[in-house]
């Protein structure tokens, strides 16, 4: 019997359909056999609602996964971990460090878990695993730990700290990714590729033998992009040989308009609502 796994967009910036709720975040609800994942949480505020909408059921959720500490990314842990007592949470142990976002003018404000996430996890039930190698979450679903650093032309993609005064930068060594194999390559899962897009698929590419890529789908923080990293982004996606590409959340209207133009028979929307299936191997 073929195993299917079915992802489902929860939160994201953007909405396809009625009755649905968009905000500047990321949440994708995965299902593999009887397994049930949530990779990030969005900011929490439309979490439930559209997970009643859409019909995943996050008490059943066997893991929370955090892509990286962002506020926008763990903010929804509150309303998630009450109802899902006994799901493990996976997250780099700097997810959990202060992180800052510099303006222009010079100020900074707190974009890190918020102190009503951190709450809840003190106080839930499961386990917290830290993920700095490439671990196993489900059966043949991994999350990647730290991702090298690899190329020249990516960094993190804005202007983020570790101290509210902007004077130490952060390396941002808590992002990772989801990734399994699915019959026709791999299948990839960005949070926010605050590592790189580039850097991430190369790490992927390593760890998995050199396995071909399906699909890559979600943030890739390209929102502040240069037109060389743009160029080079696309150049190393078209190498990479990536079958199918969904630019979501982080990315940049500009920069998921450059990616549709570039691969205009690969794009696919991930907007709230968005149900994909992929066979797995």
Not at 89 to 116: C, E, M, W
Not at 134 to 155: H, K, Q
Request: with cysteine.
């Amino acid at each position: 019997m073929d195993r299917v796994v079915h992802i489902t967009v929860l939160a994201e910036n953007s909405v396809g359909r009625r009755g649905l709720l968009a905000e500047h975040g990321l949440a994708l609800w995965i299902e593999m056999d009887d397994r049930h994942l949530l990779f990030d949480t969005g900011q929490g505020a439309v979490l439930m609602h559209n997970a009643e909408q859409l019909d995943a059921h996050l008490e059943r959720a066997d893991a929370v996964v955090l892509s990286h500490g962002h506020y926008d990314h763990a903010g929804g842990l509150e309303h998630v971990l009450p109802v899902a007592p006994r799901a493990g949470v996976y997250a780099h142990p700097a997810a959990f460090d202060q992180k800052y976002l510099r303006y222009d003018d010079g100020t900074s404000r707190d974009i890190g878990v918020p102190p009503s996430s951190q709450r809840a996890l003190h106080g839930h039930a499961g386990s917290l695993i830290q993920t700095e190698q490439p671990t196993e979450i489900l059966p043949g679903l991994f999350v990647t730990g730290a991702i090298p650093r690899r190329t020249s032309y990516e960094d993190t993609g804005g202007p983020f700290f570790s101290d509210a005064e902007c004077q130490v930068a952060d390396p941002l060594l808590d992002d990772q990714a989801l990734f399994f194999a699915s019959r026709r390559g791999t299948v990839v899962l960005l949070g926010c590729a605050h590592a790189g897009v580039v850097n991430t698929l190369y790490h992927i590419r390593e760890v998995t033998d050199g396995r071909p890529f399906h699909a890559v789908m979600g943030g890739m923080h390209l929102v502040r992009a240069t037109r060389d990293r743009m160029a080079r982004t696309i150049a190393a996606l078209r190498e990479l040989g990536v079958e199918r590409l969904g630019p979501a959340h982080c990315t940049g209207w500009a920069a998921t308009a450059e990616l549709w133009n570039a691969f205009p028979e690969q794009c696919f929307p991930c907007t709230v609502g968005t149900k994909l299936g992929f066979e797995a191997e």
